[in-house]
């Protein structure tokens, strides 16, 4: 798979140094199926066994992977290795001490037929991923774009996509087939749905906006997807120019196969699945509805919050324009004119400074609405997805399966039982068809909890936002309450002025 991972700036370059057959054959054993990537859980074990004390193997990890993505390319793995090899012989783990070296050193990580096992463990692509290098693999945006058509209008969305280097425009309606032809083809992946379709008021702002959110986070996450991410339909959505990007997807649907039918290791997935992998899909089908719920409710906080603060902008604004309002009308007789020139006077002012006031809480609404509730809903459309994706296999493949190895069971035992006529050839025919298809449902099925076995490792790894997300939420907060005061500590000033003109009011 491709990800976006940086040289770290200023490392001792690989280049112009002989590097050592064990690094390369040790590269080549973890990186098997070419991933070009070595994540950490994996760097872990291979290293378990080779003395060097865990604090130094923390700062080693810490120096290579400076930019915490999880995980390291080829260069910062061979200069991972390098850096053992230093400890192992007693000096500091450092670049200094690596210039001395005119060669690359070789660590010695115990026996290789350990190295190779767990290497070779790691070889399918069942792979741990981190949150941040998912997130490092695509950046994407999409921004309401202008409307076209001659009589009935619709809806732009500009779309841009870091990975593959482009901007396109697309309409709802292009969705919907890329979508279809997605789920057809990966029918055992997490895919979120798309924002629902509207009868009517589709042209509404309100409406438009929170389609475009749903539509960025839709394809943030199949952008991100390291299976999804990779796949003709993919490229082709998110590059096609021409405005009839539908039918360019419907052409390449008319030749689609399922995952199924051309993952090289969907007749063997029986081997890359735990034991328990059952019970593993039990547990998490328990444990999806209270979380569901509980993000639901986080969700219409968070929006609760964003209504807050955009209801304060708005208010605060009214307010302040409703004291300069005031401000120009007569009421000598009733105040006084020397009381009335400082209202008035005092409230022109604070009308101003106050669109300040409102000005902030603005900016606080767009960073919520940005950061914590776009993150929590993004969450909870991967949540949704999970437990629709688990229950439409329980229903399909898994349903299927069941049902025709107790058709198979029950066979068998007629069979048994069947004496030595000519029924017993009918039986053994159909025992044969029968099963012969309980072979390759159990190949689906093997290959379906493969698939989630894998989709539930993403899920795990997005659970690694939930800390950016309340750093995010906090750090907001406390910079919109900062910027609130400086706010308010520019309004006070005038206010404390007029209350002294009236406090020392002359009677003459």
Not at 117 to 144: C, H, K, P, W
Not at 442 to 451: D, V
Not at 475 to 497: E, M, R, Y
């Amino acid at each position: 798979f491709f990800f976006r991972l940086h040289r770290i700036p200023g490392t001792p370059s690989m280049e112009g140094r002989n590097i050592p057959k064990y690094y390369q054959d040790l590269y080549k054993l973890v990186c098997a199926q070419d991933q070009k990537r070595i994540p950490g859980t994996l760097f872990g074990r291979l290293v378990k066994h080779c003395g060097v004390p865990l604090e130094s193997l923390k700062k080693i990890w810490a120096t290579c992977d400076s930019q915490r993505v999880g995980v390291l390319d080829q260069t910062q793995f061979y200069r991972a290795l390098a850096f053992i090899a230093l400890a192992q012989n007693s000096e500091d783990p450092s670049d200094t001490s690596l210039a001395k070296w005119p060669e690359l050193p070789v660590p010695n990580l115990g026996d290789w037929a350990y190295v190779a096992e767990v290497a070779g463990q790691s070889a399918n692509i069942m792979m741990d991923y981190t949150y941040r290098e998912l997130e490092d693999s695509e950046f994407l945006q999409v921004t309401v774009a202008k409307k076209s058509g001659l009589l009935m209008k619709h809806t732009n969305y500009s779309i841009f996509s870091k990975r593959f280097n482009s901007t396109f425009l697309r309409r709802y309606s292009d969705f919907q087939p890329f979508d279809d032809a997605l789920r057809k083809k990966y029918g055992y992946r997490l895919i979120p749905p798309l924002p629902p379709k509207a009868l009517t008021g589709n042209q509404n702002p309100q409406f438009v906006e929170e389609r475009r959110k749903g539509l960025e986070r839709y394809l943030q996450w199949v952008g991100r997807h390291p299976v999804l991410r990779e796949d003709e339909l993919v490229r082709v959505f998110f590059t096609e120019k021409s405005s009839d990007v539908q039918s360019a997807v419907k052409a390449k649907s008319k030749t689609l196969e399922t995952e199924f039918d051309t993952n090289p290791i969907a007749h063997r997935a029986e081997q890359f699945i735990p034991e328990q992998i059952t019970g593993i899909i039990s547990g998490i089908e328990t444990e999806l509805d209270p979380l569901i719920a509980g993000f639901t409710v986080l969700v219409q906080l968070a929006e609760n919050i964003v209504h807050r603060s955009e209801s304060a902008s708005d208010e605060f604004k009214r307010f302040g324009e409703e004291l300069k309002a005031l401000g120009g009308i007569s009421s000598g007789y009733l105040a006084g004119q020397e009381m009335w020139s400082n209202v008035q006077n005092s409230f022109r002012d604070v009308g101003n400074y106050l669109h300040s006031v409102a000005d902030r809480y603005s900016e606080q609404q767009i960073r919520e609405q940005q950061g914590v509730l776009s993150a929590l809903q993004s969450f909870l459309d991967m949540l949704t997805a999970m437990r629709l994706l688990l229950k439409g296999r329980a229903k399909g493949i898994a349903a299927e399966f069941e049902k025709t190895d107790k058709r198979v069971k029950r066979d068998q035992q007629k069979l048994d039982n069947a004496g030595q006529d000519a029924d017993k050839a009918k039986l053994e025919s159909k025992l044969q068809q029968t099963g012969a298809t309980r072979e390759s449902l159990e190949l689906q099925n093997n290959f379906s909890m493969y698939c989630i076995h894998a989709e539930a490792k993403l899920v795990k790894a997005n659970f690694g936002r939930l800390g950016y997300l309340l750093q995010e939420f906090v750090s907001s907060q406390a910079l919109g309450h900062k910027q609130l005061s400086g706010a308010w500590d520019q309004v006070k000033p005038i206010v404390d002025a007029f209350v002294a003109k009236i406090e020392g009011a002359s009677p003459f």
